[in-house]
């Protein structure tokens, strides 16, 4: 069992800057990978970015402009977001990919708003 509790959302113009956290604890050393998924209200939740010891994944629509890392002890994940985009605006969870499957973070808002 994994649990993840995000954190960094906020409200931010077009143009600006966000940096979210998630911290894992629990039985994360079997973890395959960690990533980011976003939510609007009745869509559906999309991926925004992975990361494992092979590398990164990117969604199209945020290349270039968000950049997944991890902390020192792999329990800490982040998502550093430049030039914001109106698009942007969702509720940002974090996911834990794991020998028992996928474990989710209760979500951070993002809001992006002039």
């Known amino acids: 069992q994994v649990q993840l509790v995000e954190s960094g959302g906020g409200l931010v113009q077009p143009g600006g800057s966000l940096r979210l956290s998630c911290t894992a604890s629990g039985n994360i050393f079997s973890s395959f990978a960690m990533g980011w998924y976003r939510q609007i209200p009745g869509k559906e939740r999309e991926l925004v970015a992975t990361i494992s010891d092979h590398g990164t994944n990117y969604a199209e629509s945020v290349k270039g402009r968000f950049t997944i890392s991890r902390g020192r002890t792999k329990n800490t994940v982040y998502l550093q977001m430049d030039s914001l985009q109106l698009e942007d605006t969702a509720v940002y969870h974090c996911?834990?990919?794991?020998?028992?499957?996928?474990?989710w973070g209760q979500g951070t808002q993002v809001s992006v708003s002039s």
């Open positions: 996911a834990n990919f794991g020998p028992r499957g996928t474990s």
